[in-house]
């Protein structure tokens, strides 16, 4: 998809800056669609289906996190970006927690806005390798990460991970902890004393939360880890920062 496909919509109150903001994306190329408030952004939202969102935190009749709530309902299958526009600093690991993708502080360079939306509809291009055993958790990440541009590839055992991390040479793994015979620690540790894979994102999924088990994952290599069940942002969120930042 080229960047002059991508439609964005602009959700805020203030004419100034969405007016600032239609005549800057215009000019990069993007389609732009505007609303006033967060109930006008469903139904805009609705109709035109952009690819990203940019939002303001503070609006009338439905703020920002009133639309995130509302959008979440009727968009649970769609991988939309959302970049919020905030005065507040502090607010940051609040937005990770709502599953906001990005966020930007007003008042903001408009260059700083622009490469934060190319991050965000970058189309992929890599190939992400799933080891998990459980057969539905491989279908519904499968899907996302199909649907959001990349090439998956799957494998249901930790052996049979590592055979297809060889074969395939995946540029990220996302891994299970919790599996039969050859768990996800164990297939980490072998990943990465390989010096061939020692460079790849290894991203560590599992049920338990404990902070004992965030360290073994530490210990072993890993690169991240994200419990389950598993929020389709920040798992997007994740990938992005090991794959580009």
């Known amino acids: ?132 055993d459980g057969v539905t958790v491989i279908g519904l990440m499968e899907e996302k990460l199909t649907n959001s541009g990349y090439d998956v590839i799957t494998a249901t055992n930790g052996l049979e991970g590592i055979n297809m991390a060889q074969k395939e040479n995946p540029d990220l793994v996302l891994l299970d902890v919790m599996m039969p015979k050859l768990d996800g620690l164990k297939v980490c540790r072998m990943l990465k004393f390989d010096r061939k894979f020692q460079n790849i994102p290894v991203v560590l999924l599992s049920a338990l939360r404990r902070e004992d088990d965030r360290a073994l994952g530490r210990e072993v290599g890993a690169n991240a880890y994200l419990s389950k069940p598993l929020e389709t942002p920040s798992l997007l969120q994740t990938m992005k920062e090991l794959l580009w930042d």
């Open 1 to 132: 998809m080229q960047i002059d496909q991508h439609k964005i919509l602009v959700i805020d109150d203030d004419a100034t800056l969405t007016k600032l903001l239609d005549a800057r994306l215009s000019a990069n190329g993007y389609e732009v669609v505007i609303a006033k408030d967060g109930a006008e952004g469903l139904e805009k939202y609705k109709k035109e289906k952009p690819d990203l969102i940019i939002l303001d935190i503070e609006m009338p009749k439905m703020d920002g996190y009133t639309f995130v709530l509302e959008f979440k309902q009727i968009a649970s299958l769609r991988d939309t970006p959302i970049i919020m526009l905030t005065a507040k600093e502090a607010m940051r690991e609040i937005f990770a927690i709502e599953g906001i993708n990005d966020y930007i502080v007003k008042p903001f360079d408009m260059d700083d806005l622009l490469n934060k939306i190319k991050k965000h509809l970058a189309v992929p291009h890599k190939k992400v390798l799933i080891v998990d």
